[in-house]
């Protein structure tokens, strides 16, 4: 299940900014956080080579969001408000503070 969105903060120990969810492998890349070099051969004669560094996937069991409001972990919790013009609108809520997240 997708609970954390592109944009939030999330880590376990370390913090850092959600650049991509990948729903369909359950993977979420995080800015600072599984860096890997990629090894580059030179394109043409007289290059050099490059170790390009860049940030690999994390499963989301490893990554756990970090609430705007209370600046804390938490897990995510749901609730369904009423609106006139939408209807029924399904948020996503702070399981410490109670505040809405989005």
Known sequence: MKKNKKGEKGGKGN???VIEVIPS???VVVEG??????HVRPRREGEKGQRIE?????HV?????????CSQTTR????LLNSKEKGKKKIRICKKCK????
């Open 15 to 17: 913090q850092g900014k």
């Open 25 to 27: 492998r359950e993977m």
């Open 33 to 38: 956080l599984n860096m890997r070099f990629k």
């Open 54 to 58: 860049f940030p690999a996937p994390l």
């Open 61 to 69: 069991s490893k990554v756990i969001l970090i609430c705007p409001r």
């Open 76 to 79: 995510v919790g749901y609730q």
């Open 99 to 102: 505040q809405a997240i989005d």
